[in-house]
């Protein structure tokens, strides 16, 4: 990676690296980190109807912000692009009081599920490495036959980009 230094005073310092961006510490103190760092949040926009005990795709249409336009709204799909650790929270809430599991896959294949005996909620929060081309998707399963989408603070997919690999 290439670094270039410029400090003069009335700039103050900038380092600018050749792929990651600009981190500033202007002459007052104050710092800006100006890079690619993906982060979003989405949301079902309604309830969601589900065959019970199906493991099925959230269709998380609505978005609270995507600083990159790196989530799909409309194949429910994270695609970083940007390689590194993310953080990954995600929350459902089923319409039975039975089971409720909630799962993120990454490329396609069950990363990682929380599941909640005895409850309609499920939520899962972990971190994962991403390379340039994984994606990642938010999977729901409930022995009742509906994702309740009117409970929207209950029912949510986000990724933040944590570091670099």
């Known amino acids: 990676m290439t670094c270039k230094l410029n400090a003069d005073t009335s700039d103050g310092l900038k380092i600018v690296s050749d792929t990651s961006g600009i981190v500033e510490i202007q002459n007052n103190g104050t710092t800006i980190i100006t890079s690619s760092q993906p982060s979003f949040s989405a949301r079902l926009s309604s309830d969601q109807s589900v065959s019970a005990t199906v493991v099925t795709k ?3 249409a609505t978005e609270e912000w995507d600083t990159n336009s790196k989530y799909d709204n409309s194949t429910y799909r994270f695609t970083p692009t940007v390689p590194g650790y993310y ?11 039975t089971r409720a599991i909630i799962y993120l896959y990454k490329n396609g294949a069950v990363f990682a599920r929380n599941v909640a005996e005895g409850d309609q909620y499920a939520a899962l929060s ?3 490495v991403a390379d340039a081309d994984d994606y990642f998707e938010a999977f729901g399963y409930t022995t009742g036959s509906t994702f309740n989408g009117s409970v929207t603070e209950d029912n949510y997919f986000q990724a933040h980009y944590i570091r670099s690999a």
Do not use: K
Request: charged share 5%; glycine share 12%.
């Open 58 to 60: 959230m269709a998380f």
């Open 87 to 97: 953080q990954f929270n995600l929350g459902m809430r089923g319409s039975s009081t």
């Open 126 to 128: 972990v971190m994962a």
